[in-house]
């Protein structure tokens, strides 16, 4: 058997304001080579003010539904906001309720980045600083979108310049709608994921200060599996090997 038939398959869903490629395709290139199945999913919102944490949620269903109805077990990976929409795709898919009803694949867990847990009712906002914006924030409210300014520093300051240019050519102000919903359902913390959530810190954030991370995590009513990285809020672009390297830690520590 083959190391990728052996692994999980990685679906990688990247936070807001930023496209899939090129801000995760190094990521993706080393999960591959290590081994892993691996894709990298764009949300709906960047760029789309009509769409909403729910349309989120859809497409990252989409994305890893097919493998698991496929019979594959799948491990989700959700940066910054996408902790939003992923709390409410994984309800119901945890790979310990499939195999208790005689089905097969499931999520075997979900790893957040830096990102968002939410609580009952919270949206991105509410969650944010006490319901205030960042000051990297633009909000263009009569638009119903969200800009960034100062970029390179808060997302970007251990990355290297030539890809980072080129992720700055593909950021895109985000929905306002996403930022003012709650998801669907608190997934995240049903019970099938004991043992199967985990939380990777970013010690250097400058977009989702440390204090913030950590406040989710402790707020949260559910045990994780922390890890850190010291990095800036985009490790997977700033040290995608050894990203790859924590993760499959990770992914032995669901198995266990």
């Given at each position: 058997m083959?190391?990728s038939?052996?692994?999980?398959?990685?679906?990688?869903?990247?936070?807001?304001f930023?496209?899939?490629s090129?801000y995760?395709?190094?990521f993706?290139?080393?999960?591959?080579?290590?081994?892993?199945?691996?894709?990298?999913?764009?949300?709906?919102?960047p760029?789309?003010p009509?769409?909403?944490v729910?349309?989120?949620?859809?497409?990252m269903r989409?994305a890893f539904v097919?493998?698991?109805?496929?019979?594959?077990?799948v491990?989700?990976?959700?940066?910054?906001?996408?902790?939003?929409?992923?709390?409410?795709?994984?309800?119901?898919?945890?790979?310990?309720?499939?195999?208790?009803?005689?089905?097969?694949g499931?999520?075997?867990?979900?790893?957040?980045?830096?990102?968002?847990?939410?609580?009952?009712?919270?949206?991105?906002v509410?969650?944010?600083?006490?319901g205030?914006?960042?000051?990297?924030?633009?909000?263009?409210?009569?638009?119903?979108i969200?800009?960034?300014?100062?970029e390179?520093e808060?997302?970007?300051?251990?990355?290297?310049?030539?890809?980072?240019?080129?992720?700055?050519?593909?950021?895109?102000p985000h929905?306002l709608?996403?930022f003012s919903?709650?998801?669907?359902?608190?997934?995240?913390?049903?019970?099938?994921?004991?043992?199967?959530r985990?939380?990777?810190?970013?010690?250097?954030?400058?977009?989702?200060?440390?204090?913030?991370q950590?406040?989710f995590?402790?707020?949260s009513?559910?045990?994780?599996?922390?890890?850190?990285?010291?990095t800036s809020?985009?490790?997977?672009?700033?040290?995608?090997?050894?990203?790859?390297?924590?993760?499959?830690?990770?992914?032995e520590?669901?198995?266990?």
């Amino acid at each position: 058997m083959s190391p990728s038939a052996e692994r999980p398959t990685i679906i990688a869903c990247p936070g807001a304001f930023h496209d899939a490629s090129p801000y995760m395709s190094s990521f993706i290139k080393s999960l591959k080579a290590a081994g892993f199945e691996a894709e990298a999913h764009g949300l709906t919102t960047p760029g789309h003010p009509e769409n909403g944490v729910n349309d989120d949620e859809k497409m990252m269903r989409d994305a890893f539904v097919p493998h698991i109805e496929a019979g594959k077990d799948v491990v989700l990976l959700v940066h910054s906001y996408a902790g939003f929409p992923g709390c409410g795709a994984v309800s119901g898919y945890d790979k310990k309720g499939r195999e208790a009803r005689g089905e097969k694949g499931g999520l075997l867990g979900v790893v957040y980045i830096a990102a968002f847990v939410p609580q009952e009712a919270d949206s991105t906002v509410s969650a944010m600083l006490g319901g205030g914006w960042a000051p990297w924030h633009v909000p263009r409210l009569e638009e119903g979108i969200v800009g960034t300014q100062n970029e390179v520093e808060t997302f970007y300051s251990d990355c290297d310049p030539a890809e980072v240019a080129e992720i700055l050519k593909t950021v895109k102000p985000h929905s306002l709608k996403a930022f003012s919903e709650p998801p669907s359902a608190l997934g995240i913390k049903e019970a099938g994921y004991n043992g199967r959530r985990a939380y990777i810190r970013c010690l250097q954030d400058k977009a989702l200060p440390l204090p913030a991370q950590d406040a989710f995590v402790q707020n949260s009513g559910v045990e994780w599996i922390v890890k850190s990285m010291d990095t800036s809020h985009s490790p997977f672009l700033a040290v995608p090997d050894e990203t790859v390297k924590l993760l499959a830690g990770i992914i032995e520590e669901f198995k266990a």
